[in-house]
């Protein structure tokens, strides 16, 4: 069973405008998420995480936001850029060491 | 900040063969590494847990006969795919936990990850 996913595979952005990736997760018990950004054929680099005791991370140009009763977080990257085009994943911890990674979504950002 | 080295980013091996991937952790000390496989355009399924000094703990459907994986030291991780078949051609990624690494980003760090192809 895929305990985090992203129901959106792809998403074309213009450069300039805002970018939503969205996650769900269905394990009550996860209490920190993490997003990260993948080139094809490169390990996955950390973006930007936030705790289940808040509902909002800003770092930059990337938030993150959380809503646990819907079991659902997302990432805005504004303003978008050509370089932030790539996979993005979503990944979820509960109370151990493990990641569970989402199924990712292919970010294109075009001029 | 922390570094970790995958060792090789691709091989291509014949099948019935075996491949070590190696994970060095290059400036901290890693009590715990992970091993992820990817799938084309799918997910990281993470397949074990590797505790330095100990067995490694294998995720559910992860043969454990035939990934090998030997923790050793504390910066090196090594994963074997022993009596590889054409179906075990995946892009593996190893992670290290830095236990002094900064709660923001959970202390994971990645690999470069590994393009194994088995013909």
């Known amino acids: 069973d895929q305990q985090v996913k992203q129901n959106s595979p792809s998403l074309s952005v213009q450069e300039g405008r805002i970018s939503i990736l969205n996650c769900d997760y269905t394990n009550s018990m996860f209490d920190y998420f993490l997003w990260y950004k993948k080139y094809p054929a490169e390990g996955p680099t950390f973006l930007i995480s936030i705790s289940s005791i808040k509902d909002k991370n800003e770092d930059g140009r990337f938030t993150v936001f959380l809503n646990k009763s819907a079991k659902h977080l997302s990432l805005h990257i504004v303003p978008s850029q050509p370089g932030d085009s790539a996979v993005y994943f979503c990944?979820?911890?509960?109370?151990?060491?493990?990641?569970?990674f989402g199924t990712g979504t292919r970010l294109q950002v075009f001029p | 900040g922390a570094v970790v080295s995958q060792h090789p980013s691709w091989v291509i091996c014949k099948s019935g063969t075996s491949v070590k991937i190696e994970c060095r952790s290059l400036d901290f000390q890693a009590t715990t590494m992970f091993w992820y496989r990817q799938f084309p355009k799918q997910s990281l399924m993470l397949m074990a847990t590797?505790?330095?000094?100990?067995?490694?703990?294998?995720e559910q459907g992860v043969e454990k006969d035939k990934f090998l994986i030997n923790h050793a030291s504390l910066t090196l991780s090594t994963l074997t795919v022993t009596s590889a078949h054409p179906e075990d051609s995946s892009f593996y990624i190893c992670?290290?936990?830095?236990?002094?690494?900064?709660?923001?980003?959970?202390?994971?760090?990645f690999g470069s990850g590994t393009r194994l192809t088995v013909v």
């Open positions: 590797s505790n330095e000094g100990s067995k490694a703990t294998y």
């Open positions: 990944a979820a911890s509960g109370g151990t060491d493990k990641l569970i």
């Open positions: 992670s290290a936990r830095d236990g002094e690494g900064p709660r923001k980003d959970y202390g994971y760090t």
